[in-house]
């Protein structure tokens, strides 16, 4: 930040000092270029030495308390209770159900079919002719014989050629057979007669007879079947519980408590203190010499040309 500053500082000084002189007056005429000496201020790196703390490892011996653990036994007589079964026997009353098997008569309905032929009545699907007047169209055309025109190219080809081969065979002359075969060649119209039929529709009414469904109701027999309830009886096997009092004896198993005594050896631990001596490490400080690097901001003279007046006025 401070660099910033100085070098602002020496900018401006090196701008104003011509404007000032324009400012009082002075042209270009009555001034002179001097040299000036000015401070600029420019960092520099030193070596410079300085003083810090620096931790080194050293080991020392300390004494310290610690607890050890001793084992102790110990012989202790410890009562204790256990269930011990024991069987015994009671009496128990109870009632048992003996089945008794008696014949007993019974009545039931049962649902007896008989058939039966009934009167009814039932709807037929018959096909009935009916004569009905339709619309048809009829063709009541005729044939004429017409005049066409037919382009015969390749029959008058055909006979010119096989013409004017005879005829050179005759001649021994290939030109004028060339020629009147080329010419008997191109395209002729020729004219035919041919049988044409010339259409003439008419629609007229005629009489069909199609066949119509009709439903038609007619009378007819049909059996159904039918159940009757009917009463019959008989004899059934029941079977009906007689109780009976009786007395058993049983046994059982009951759980007494029953209290015992055994000797018991265990171990239990006691912490004494001991004194030990242990080598332990720790960190002395101690103060150190260094040489460093430090940036270092330092005004060094320049020299610079600046304009100065020169004329009596300017003064």
């Known amino acids: 930040m401070m660099r910033t500053v100085l070098w602002i500082v020496a900018a401006l000084a090196v701008a104003i000092l011509p404007q000032a002189a324009w400012a009082a007056g002075c042209g270009p005429c009555c001034q002179e270029v001097v040299e000036t000496v000015i401070q ?28 050890k653990a001793v084992p102790v036994q110990k012989t202790v007589e410890r009562q204790y209770t256990v269930m011990v079964p024991e069987v015994r026997t009671r009496t128990v009353n109870y009632t048992v159900a003996k089945p008794v098997w008696e014949e007993k008569e019974v009545e039931y309905t049962v649902m007896v079919p008989h058939q039966e032929t009934r009167l009814g009545v039932r ?9 009905e007047t339709r619309k048809v169209c009829k063709d009541e055309g005729h044939w004429e014989e017409r005049e066409v025109a037919v382009a015969s190219v390749r029959q008058v080809c055909y006979r010119t050629c096989r013409m004017a081969r005879r005829a050179r065979r005759l001649s021994s002359c290939c030109s004028p057979c060339t020629v009147a075969c080329e010419t008997a060649c191109s395209p002729c119209t ?58 058993k004896e049983v046994s059982y198993t009951v ?19 001991e004194e030990k001596t242990v080598t332990c490490t720790v960190m002395v400080p101690h103060e150190v010499e260094r040489e460093v690097q430090v940036c270092v901001c330092r005004m060094v003279p320049k020299t610079v040309k600046c304009c100065r007046p020169v004329c009596g006025g300017c003064r």
Do not use: I
């Not at 520099?44 to 020392?60: D, L, M, W």
């Not at 038609?216 to 109780?243: A, D, G, N």
């Not at 759980?255 to 203190?273: A, D, F, G, H, W």
């Open 40 to 67: 600029v201020p420019t960092w520099v790196t030193e070596t410079r030495t300085v003083k810090c703390v620096e931790y080194r490892p050293e080991q020392r011996e300390r004494t310290v308390t610690v607890m």
């Open 190 to 247: 020729t004219t035919q007669v041919c049988k044409v039929w010339v259409p003439n529709v008419v629609e007229q009414e005629v009489e069909v007879t199609v066949m119509k469904h009709e439903l038609v109701e007619e009378p007819c027999e049909y059996t159904v079947t039918t159940c009757v309830p009917e009463t019959r009886t008989k004899t059934v096997k029941v079977c009906r519980m007689e109780y009976e009092d009786r007395t």
């Open 123 to 131: 709807r037929v699907c018959r096909a009935v002719p009916v004569t």
């Open 255 to 273: 759980c007494v408590p029953e209290t015992r005594s055994k000797t018991l050896t265990y171990t239990s631990y006691q912490c004494q203190p």
